[in-house]
């Protein structure tokens, strides 16, 4: 029959028009019964949208039924990221596996090794009578120099086209042995990577002993019914049994697995979480993606998300921004901090660690902490948990520590400013370390400009070079710790009393009261952070670590105070605005009509010169007109 041939049996852009023709032909040809239309489901080609239809087929397989036993107990071997693939997706797969269809009826793909002999023989000496038997002899190639030995030639192309012309003799009938039509399973090739990437056993066969099996592997979810199952079921059948076939590796009776740990990761959609289609256009271009916020913040994205725990993943591009805004351009703005006042540091100064001020200590206590996690959770193959750390420690390095030590990089107190570029400096030589295998490009940058501010600081060409960081158990404080969390819990409770009252941090208050016991060092944290001139304690019974009592009266000389702030700050954000450096010194020049805000300039002039860097401050023609807490003020800021 060939009236349809070349037809498609469901054509895409019309279904039912092979079917209509095949009707068309039965009915002309008096063959037709009946017709009616039945809608009903069935696959279609994931990429090309083409309908899929299934028919039965012959296939070999391999019985991997009589290794289930042997498959689940090598599963036990197996660090899995994360756990609950062992026992559940997993392994309830191979509680259910099947035998496995080895062989494809395709053109491309690795020839099936097998030779069976198709001659036939009469098995009656009549010949109107004769009948015919096959010799089905069967035979399996196990390397080229066994087929070269076979079919006495010389074997240099394996590829089907060419060895299906070559036939081996029987040894059984003297006939010609043909090889069978099949094509292995891809799946099949992808299970023997271990074996064929270092041509074991015709090579390599002492490095591939001695690095079986793998160390880890990482792909996607669907790989444990793909990839990870092939894996797993080859390797088991090759070290099992009394007589493996790489005896080597094998272990007792039941075989070693092909890995020993193994990262799955979840799937990523499009973020309105249907499948990413390069068809349908639903996601963003990485290539622009990139261009705005660098592959750091995208490697940290994926690195951190549910991805990394087997989960899927709506990718959004404000995630990637978010990684952007919140960590790399946070540590560069820290880095940038360090080596603006490492460069008017004296280098001599700037050299030993030796933390006295409780915000180093505390700093560099969780900087060991970060360390710790940060290894346990490479160590366990778990990339998000030993990720996250990392955000959450440059968080606070940036909102805590910098934040708290500013007048201490400003001091003129060389000892003490020498210190806290000490701390700074350690901290993000260390944090360029752990950084490094989650944000390649950040992390050098980091180290290679602490490089250039070298201080007698001994650094290799590379960040990707150094050592791991190993934790300093001495540094670990964690009293310090807690105590300090209980410090910023108690100045989160007062800021929330500052804004029910409207009352702007800029703006100093009287007193702060608290229940609870705490050094004077900790004391003047939280005075300095809520802008409040002392912080009493109370403690007539038990500590209350949840009780504060802020003091909100407003008196002249607190108001005077608060402009003096909102003055500075005014000034400062002129400065940024001029893009002035630390190096520069100005003359601020005001002109206002406030008596108060007059009196701020006059009376404060010391201050405004030290806190934003000023040779002098007078009364004079100038030209912005800024308002300050209602006051309107005319200032111009002049480099000298």
């Known amino acids: 029959m060939t009236d349809f041939a070349g037809l498609d049996v469901k054509p895409k852009d019309d279904p039912s028009k092979t079917d209509v023709e095949i009707i068309k032909w039965l009915a002309h040809n008096n063959k037709l019964f009946s017709k009616q239309k039945i809608e009903h489901s069935y696959p279609h080609c994931w990429r090309c949208d083409t309908p899929l ?82 010799c089905e002899n069967t035979i399996v190639i196990g390397s080229i120099e066994e087929f070269e030995k076979l079919s006495g030639q010389k074997i240099s192309d394996l590829h089907k086209h060419i060895i299906d012309g070559i036939a081996l003799p029987c040894d059984k009938c003297g006939g010609a042995m043909k090889r069978v039509p099949e094509v292995l399973d891809c799946w099949f090739e992808s299970g023997s990577m271990p074996y064929g990437q270092m041509h074991y056993p015709f090579e390599n066969k002492k490095k591939f002993e001695a690095s079986f099996p793998a160390e880890f592997i990482a792909e996607g979810q669907d790989q444990t019914r793909g990839w990870f199952y092939t894996l797993h079921v080859l390797a088991t059948a090759l070290t099992m049994g009394k007589k493996p076939a790489i005896p080597a590796v094998a272990k007792a009776s039941t075989g070693k697995p092909a890995f020993k740990n193994v990262i799955v990761n ?162 993000l030589l260390t944090l360029s370390k752990l950084m490094a295998p989650f944000t390649p490009f950040m992390a050098e940058k980091i180290y290679l400009s602490l490089q250039t501010s070298d201080f007698g600081l001994q650094i290799m060409e590379s960040v990707h070079l150094e050592d791991w960081p190993e934790v300093d158990k001495k540094m670990i404080n964690d009293k310090l710790i807690k105590v300090m969390e209980e410090v910023r819990k108690t100045v989160e409770i007062a800021l929330a009393l500052r804004a029910e009252k409207g009352i702007k941090v800029r703006q100093p208050l009287n007193k702060l009261t608290i229940y609870y016991q705490l050094e004077d060092g900790l004391k003047q944290i939280i005075a300095d952070e809520l802008n409040v001139k002392s912080v009493e304690i109370v403690q007539n019974g038990e500590a209350d670590k949840n009780k504060v009592v802020l003091d909100t009266i407003l008196t002249d000389e607190l108001k005077k105070e608060g402009l003096l702030r909102e003055v500075v700050r005014t000034i400062n954000q002129i400065r940024k605005d001029q893009k002035l450096t630390i190096a520069d010194r100005v003359i601020v020049k005001y002109s206002t009509d406030d008596a108060l805000l007059k009196a701020v300039f006059v009376d404060c002039a010391d201050a405004i010169k030290k806190s934003v860097l000023a040779g002098f401050v007078e009364e004079g023609e100038a030209h912005n007109e800024v308002v300050v807490e209602g006051a309107n003020l005319k200032i111009e800021v002049l480099r000298i």
């Open 53 to 134: 239809l299934n028919y039965a087929t012959t296939s070999w397989f391999v019985r991997v039924t009589e290794l289930k036993d042997q498959l689940l107990k090598n599963n036990q071997q197996i660090n899995w990221v994360p756990e609950h693939i062992k026992e559940g997706r997993f392994g309830k797969w191979l509680e259910g596996a099947r035998d496995w269809a080895i062989s494809r009826s395709r053109y491309w793909g690795t020839p099936l090794p097998v030779w069976c002999c198709q001659t036939g023989k009469s098995q009656t000496p009549n010949p109107k009578s004769q009948t015919i038997s096959k």
């Open 266 to 427: 979840g799937i990523v959609l499009a973020e309105d979480g249907k499948k990413m289609s390069k068809r349908l256009k639903n996601y963003p271009e990485p290539e622009i993606v990139l261009e705005k916020y660098g592959a750091d913040a995208m490697r940290y994205y994926l690195a951190t998300s549910p991805v990394m725990e087997a989960e899927a993943l709506n990718f959004s591009e404000a995630g990637a921004r978010e990684v952007y805004n919140k960590l790399i351009n946070t540590v560069y703005n820290v880095l940038e901090f360090y080596l603006m006042f490492a460069s008017s540091s004296p280098k001599s100064k700037v050299q030993s660690l030796k933390p006295d001020n409780v915000l180093d200590k505390w700093i560099l206590a969780k900087l060991q902490i970060l360390i710790r996690d940060v290894t346990a959770g490479m160590e366990a193959y778990k990339l998000a948990e030993a990720s996250r750390p990392i955000g959450d420690f440059i968080t606070e390095l940036s909102q805590w520590y910098v934040r708290r030590s500013r007048d201490r990089f400003k001091s003129d107190n060389e000892e003490e400013k020498s210190q806290a570029l000490s701390t700074l400096r350690f901290t």
